[in-house]
């Protein structure tokens, strides 16, 4: 157990953690069972925020700046990764409507 | 005082976590993601990442999640999903995300933190001791994330373009 002291306060590192797995756990199931192609990608930036959360508590933890500066750059791809996926989507929409990914499995072959 | 805003901040971002993956309308579950990065944003300010919760909510809060409400009103409201045919798949899912969930929280059980590198806490994490970091060290993979969000602005533009035929 490691113990942040924070504002004079004592807070433990590995609530932040559990925190993190669980917000993670949360962007997996919305990953695995909704079937809107945009809500999964709504999860997928859940999951990357919480690995966010357990890098800057890591970071925090060490004193050591690099896990903040993986942070960012771990921002920067879901930023890129949004723009791209909602790029596609757009292209799916233009065809037609799609309102289950399992619609959208032709290509699998 | 901490553990107050922690707890408070930890509950936004559960029920936030669960208002993405329950509401059917893809716009509430964006609205719901929005809170959860707020409240992440706290807990940033708490672990003392100043620079890290003011690009949470500007670039994360602020321009992502409105390039998501964007796109869903350009697509138009989502229609209510019937019973899927792989019923038993969410359940198969729920199962094994738990059994994860289960297995990382075992792991921090055993776990055993290196002692922190000694640094002064009121530099920890200022613009300036990321600016240090981003421009010394890690100056190469920071010049490489420009080439990464030049490719995907060139892909979403190709993407996104007026196809020849469709005039």
Redesign the interface.
């Known amino acids: 157990?490691?113990t942040?002291n924070?504002?004079?306060?004592e807070?433990d590192?590995?609530?932040?953690?559990?925190?993190s797995?669980?917000?993670?756990?949360?962007?997996?199931?919305?990953v695995?069972?909704?079937?809107?192609p945009?809500?999964i990608?709504?999860?997928i930036?859940?999951m990357l925020?919480a690995a966010?959360?357990a890098l800057?508590?890591f970071?925090?933890?060490?004193?050591?700046?690099?896990g903040?500066?993986f942070?960012?750059?771990s921002?920067?791809?879901?930023?890129?990764?949004?723009?791209?996926g909602?790029?596609?989507?757009?292209?799916i929409?233009r065809v037609r409507d799609v309102?289950?990914v399992?619609d959208l499995s032709e290509l699998k072959g | 005082m901490a553990i107050a805003v922690f707890v408070v901040a930890a509950a936004m971002a559960i029920i936030g976590g669960v208002g993405v993956v329950t509401f059917h309308q893809p716009i509430r579950s964006v609205l719901s993601l929005v809170v959860v990065m707020l409240a992440l944003s706290v807990l940033f300010l708490l672990l003392s990442a100043q620079f890290v919760f003011a690009v949470q909510i500007i670039v994360y809060a602020g321009a992502v999640m409105v390039l998501f409400l964007f796109v869903i009103t350009l697509l138009g409201p989502a229609r209510e999903l019937g019973p899927g045919r792989l019923r038993f798949q969410t359940w198969l899912s729920i199962l094994f995300v738990l059994v994860l969930l289960g297995l990382m929280y075992a792991l921090f059980q055993g776990i055993e933190y290196r002692h922190p590198d000694q640094t002064d806490l009121s530099f920890f994490g200022t613009v300036q001791s990321i600016a240090i970091g981003l421009f010394t060290t890690y100056l190469y993979p920071f010049e490489l994330t420009s080439i990464l969000l030049l490719v995907a602005a060139i892909g979403a533009m190709y993407l996104s373009r007026k196809r020849i035929d469709d005039i």
Request: glycine residues 6%.
């Open positions: 157990m490691s942040l924070i504002g004079g306060s807070l590192a590995s609530w932040f953690l559990l925190l797995a669980v917000l993670f756990v949360l962007g997996a199931i919305g695995l069972v909704r079937r809107n945009l809500v990608l709504i999860s930036e859940l925020n966010n959360l800057v508590t970071s925090r933890q060490l004193q050591n700046i690099e903040q500066l942070a960012l750059m921002m920067t791809v879901a930023a890129a990764e949004a723009v791209v909602l790029a596609i989507l757009v292209d929409f309102e289950d399992d």
